[in-house]
């Protein structure tokens, strides 16, 4: 587990902290996990956790063609494919 440092404290928040710990029975490390674990329970409860989209759908959106240059990228595409295809056999000179 990591560690967590938290600087500048005001002195009351400190004492209040160690009472509560200390009526509690727990360190102050122990009493302040607890109610950090309390305050992210509460807020996760008050919002519901939206389903998120798989990394997939996340570059598709951004990276997919929009409808007008769709047909133009399949153009494209449709060329450079054929021009693979039409030198797929042709023998390889080092010359090039």
Known sequence: MGDLLIRD??????????????????????EAKAMLLREVAARRAAKPVQPSKS??????????????EGDEFSRIMDEIEAQRKKDFWRPFSFDE
Request: proline share 8%.
């Open 55 to 68: 990394a997939y759908e996340e570059l598709r959106g951004l990276l997919a063609p929009l409808p007008e």
């Open 9 to 30: 404290v005001p002195d009351e928040l400190k004492r209040d902290l160690s009472a509560i710990a200390k009526v509690a029975g727990r360190s102050m490390s122990d």
